[in-house]
């Protein structure tokens, strides 16, 4: 949740109250903080109880209070080796959950292609929170003869629920071999597995197992287990199968699409649905998460395997006293891949409470309650920087067109949740993506149609805002699958590639071509028709404040993660000594900063794109090396003083991105304001925003109005043409009010063509279009009543910014060629190849750089 600045500061514990809520303390993890040092955002965990539920939606309260100094020193980070009775403990790679003897120990198995079991090993342990009400305990760990197979378990104990979330990311982090720029499966840098999972060993033998259906809650099964005297004590009484669970495919209408194809362009999958085994009986159905309870001497044990059936092949196969959990499970001939930098993350939650005697029944309800229960603070403070403009009020947004268009391209006919049945976007690698429907209009391929859209535009940024201002849970089924799948499976996890590809972001797949067997990699040896085609992760596809704002909202670690680690690599690519020009030039090689062409790096999305995540891992660590670096590319890439004609951005094909650069200028604007920082460098950027607005009055014009420019002209221009009055609106709040009310007359007058043009197209609620628009269309709601005296910070008049004169930028691989056109270069590179060291790092690079 978002927190005032100035309003709390220090550690504080918190409580949540409400009318049918029972009291429970919680955890509080601070976030962020305002530059004053008080909390910006903070993370509450615990346990919600309700006694009844009247309505679908309960409202809470939650008191924070600061927190004692005994409070203080129980949250601090622990080695795990050295703890007092932590409720989850880990010995010889095993967890553990409980005390002796009534503990549940649960191992990780893995086995390779050959069915051979790896062993894990634990490289890290760190413990957190021990005697509070929520518990952490983070391992790190590989396997055995495989150091880029690695593993981060993390297990967060709710103390008044007795229950334990275990979370388990799986990594491989070789390189992918990419050659000629594809990266279709079967790829060198790809690991097979047969199985991957959970091995739980229960205190006793299982008297009786209770299962359900979460998405039938409407019955309950018990399968009594009877013994013989020989059985008992027997050693292969522990190996009799019980019950066993296999959701093979997803059960749909379209199971069998050629989205699952394997490397050798075959779908394997075996049957529809799923099959459940209970001695002799055998059902059959489509969907199943099941929801189970194994009564024993010492109690009963609870255990649920979220997005069972979304994130396929599960199994879940229960012996006399133990229960084997496969995440990834093995049928017949089926191989896992794990693509080169590729990582999934499985959750498991366990209910363990063997000091209450409760009934079965009981747990299996609290099981359906964590399925599908959904937290989150519906309203954030107006002054947060991480949005563009305070948010639109939720009457506002309901009586507005953007209402109806999000409600039809997110849930209706042939809106997100739909399209994904469409295609089968299903599986434990494909879940959570978005299909690209607006690629069917120009089509032409034999083989049916699949293309991911991989976050193009922030669609998760969109969703979320959404989701803060309906109020409306239905768009977690968006948020969360797509935030996970962008997390694990959009970005390229590894350091042993070229730093311009290490932790970048996948393209969606090609335009208007099938995806084959490039998955969620853009570029497929099938459609490499002409020399040239390929690629990888770009500066222009690296979008991070849909995973900030997720982080904050829904407090997931890995989304600070993935932030940093793109910021991170927009650094590196920027790294001239990490290329193999470096013999002869270690500076800023400029693809940071470059669209459409290396030679350009002005206003553009490559730039927009760079700046935006430096700022976001600015906003979420504190560190100021993100916003230097961030303010570097800003004096880069645009002026006060800028010629802007000669920028040719009227030529919409290739300059039309540079409104999403004027955006990010808003942004930084924003954030310093917010932060009040109206130093020299915030007059710079607002006096190059005021700029390209006034040259946008003169200029501007919607893209279908010259329809005869545009190579293919669909909705997707119309989408675009509401960055223009985005841009326009926000820099109406740094003029006088005379130019304020040219701006904004100016700003809705594009947004009324351009809601006039998208509808007009036979498929107007498609997702490249809404990924624009409902981000875009907040911010029109949120600014066009804005009056230029309600500007967020008054201009100082500081002429300190004309210190920085116009940076004529010229990108390395330029400046190597030119020292290489002078006989001094040509002495130079050969003076620095007669190096061993210098040789030996530039021919280590060659082989990174090799495709």
Known sequence: MSVPRGRLRGAVTASISGQ??????????????????????????????????????????????????????????????????????IKNACLYIGESPFCVKMSIYLNDARKRRIPFRVITCESFGVKKPVE???????????????????????????????????????????????????????????????????????????????????????????????????????????????????????????????????????????????????????????????????????????????????????????????????????LHELQGGEQKTFKVWIIHSYREAWHPRNLLIQLSALNGSTVVAEQISPDVPEVLAPLPTRD?????????????????????????????????????????????????????????????????????????????????????????????????????????FNHGLFWMTDHYRTAY????????????????????????????????????????????????????????????????????????????????????????????NSINALLDAWLITGEKKYLEFAEALLRRTIHPDDDIDALDLLNAEIRWSYTMHLEVLAKYLRIKSVFQQSDAMYEYVRHSLVKYAEWMLANERPYLARAEELQYPTEAWAAQDFRKATVLLCASRYVPPEAAAQFREKALSLAEAAWRDLLRFPRPYNVRAAAVILTQGIWHLALEKSRAEMCCAIPNNNDDWRLWSREKFIPQRERVRKKLSTPQGWLTLLARASNPHVLGRFLVLLWKWRN
């Open 396 to 500: 506002d947004w309901a009586a507005s067109r953007l209402a109806d268009f999000a409600e039809k391209a997110a849930f209706g006919r042939m809106g997100i949740l739909a399209n994904r049945e469409k295609v089968d976007e299903f599986g434990w690698r494909n879940f959570g993506d978005t299909y690209a429907d607006h690629e069917e209009t120009y089509y032409q391929g034999s083989e049916p149609l699949v293309s991911h859209y991989n976050n193009q535009f922030d669609l998760l940024y969109g969703c979320i805002l959404h989701r803060l201002i309906s109020g409306d849970p239905r768009w977690d089924e968006i948020i969360v699958p797509l935030a996970n799948h962008i997390i694990d499976i959009d970005i390229y996890h590894t350091d042993k590639d070229r730093s311009t």
């Open 517 to 608: 067997s490039s998955t969620h990699r853009a570029f497929s040896r099938f459609n490499a028709t002409s020399k040239g085609y390929g690629g990888g992760p770009c500066n222009e596809h690296n979008y991070t404040s849909g995973l900030a704002l997720y982080y904050f909202l829904w407090g997931d670690e890995r989304a600070k993660g993935a932030v940093i680690e793109l910021a991170n690599w927009v650094m590196a690519m920027e790294d001239g000594s990490q290329t193999p020009y470096c013999i002869l030039d270690n500076g800023p090689t400029g693809l940071a900063t470059m669209t459409s062409s290396h030679d350009y790096h002005g206003p553009g999305r490559g730039a927009a």
């Open 20 to 89: 049918n809520v029972q009291d429970y303390r919680c955890h509080v993890e601070v976030l962020a903080l305002w530059p004053d040092g008080s909390i910006r955002w903070l993370a509450i965990e615990g346990v919600v109880s309700l006694s009844r539920v009247q309505e679908s939606k309960e409202i809470v309260a939650v008191t924070l209070r600061p927190a004692s100094p005994i409070q203080m020193s129980s949250g601090e980070k622990t080695d795990a080796d050295n703890l007092e009775n932590p409720i989850v403990k």
């Open 136 to 334: 952490k305990l983070h391992v790190r760990g590989q396997f055995a003869n495989h150091r880029d197979l690695t593993l981060a378990a993390r297990t967060t104990h709710f103390c008044a629920l007795h229950a334990t979330l275990v979370e388990l990311t799986i990594r491989n982090g070789r390189r992918a071999r990419h050659r000629g720029g594809l990266w279709d499966l079967g790829d060198p840098g790809s690991v097979f597995l047969t199985e991957f999972g959970l091995d739980i060993e229960l205190p006793s033998e299982i008297s009786k197992w209770y299962w359900g259906n979460a998405l039938d809650n409407s019955s309950w099964d018990c399968v009594s287990i009877e013994r013989d005297s020989a059985e008992t004590g027997s050693q292969l009484a522990g190996d009799r199968e019980l019950w066993d669970v296999f959701q093979a495919s997803s059960g749909g209408d379209n199971w069998t699409s050629v989205n699952h194809i394997d490397a050798r362009g075959q779908v394997r999958l075996p049957f529809k649905g799923f099959v459940l085994r209970c001695g002799k009986e055998e059902r059959r159905g489509d969907r199943i998460t099941p929801l189970c309870v194994a009564e024993t001497e010492y109690g009963p044990i609870g255990l649920l395997v979220p997005r069972f059936w979304e994130e396929f092949p599960k199994r879940i196969t229960v012996f006399d006293r133990r229960i084997r959990i496969a995440l990834l499970a093995h049928h017949d001939k089926q």
